[in-house]
T-cell receptor, first 111, second 116 residues
């Protein structure tokens, strides 16, 4: 799996958009970008994934650059409950492929 | 979304005893499940891949005789920590993916093991 680079921590004001960057300059053509988050003492939670087009769901939006070397996860209106460690992972989609977790970004949403 | 459940959510045991952790996929079948371990303030580390009906595949440095994995059905995988020691105290998390939803891995709530 290609390696990702994320800032170790970020702060965001409650109600504002949280923009979490991820660099994956060595991503290959068949690798997807996945985002998961882990709230303290819980298992990771799937947020969103994409290949090259921007994606949006009820939780977040994923913006992938045209060269696919970086992406941004956007939480449009952050709440205190969004405080968590956010992991950006790239991997080939397919049965049996596990996820390799890096350090992630610790997002702190402040009132 | 798909649900993966772990039991127990936390357990305290004496050094030298064995502890079994169960991972169930509640609304889908999973031929493959993954077991992770997470120490405080660290990221998740993959321990092993559990395959239904066959032997698990362990990551380098993980002792297969200490961490016994059984995946006897398409909805249940178990991890048994044998002869537990305080250094085995950790947060153990399993994950699985519904075959119909390519790409998304769902995780259990985690099981916190404390060995005294």
């Amino acid at each position: 799996d290609a390696k990702t680079t994320q800032p170790p921590s970020m702060d965001c004001a409650e109600g504002r958009a949280a923009n979490l960057p991820c660099n994956h300059s060595t991503i290959s053509g068949n690798e997807y970008v996945y985002w998961y988050r882990q709230i303290h003492s819980q298992g990771p939670q799937y947020i969103i994934h994409g290949l090259k087009n921007n994606e949006t769901n009820e939780m977040a939006s994923l913006i992938i650059t045209e060269d696919r070397k970086s992406s941004t996860l956007i939480l449009p209106h952050a709440t205190l409950r969004d405080t968590a460690v956010y992991y950006c992972i790239v991997r080939v989609a397919g049965a049996g492929n596990m996820l390799t977790f890096g350090g992630g970004t610790r997002l702190m949403v402040k009132p | 979304g798909a649900v993966v459940s772990q039991h127990p959510s936390w357990v305290i045991c004496k050094s030298g005893t064995s502890v079994k952790i169960e991972c169930r996929s509640l609304d889908f079948q999973a031929t493959t499940m993954f077991w992770y371990r997470q120490f405080p303030k660290q990221s998740l580390m993959l321990m092993a891949t559990s395959n239904e009906g066959s032997k698990a595949t362990y990551e380098q440095g993980v002792e297969k005789d200490k961490f016994l994995i059984n995946h006897a059905s398409l909805t249940l995988s178990t991890l048994t920590v044998t002869s537990a020691h305080p250094e085995d105290s950790s947060f153990y998390i399993c994950s699985a993916r519904p075959g119909s939803r390519a790409g998304e891995l769902f995780f259990g709530e985690g099981s916190r093991l404390t060995v005294l």
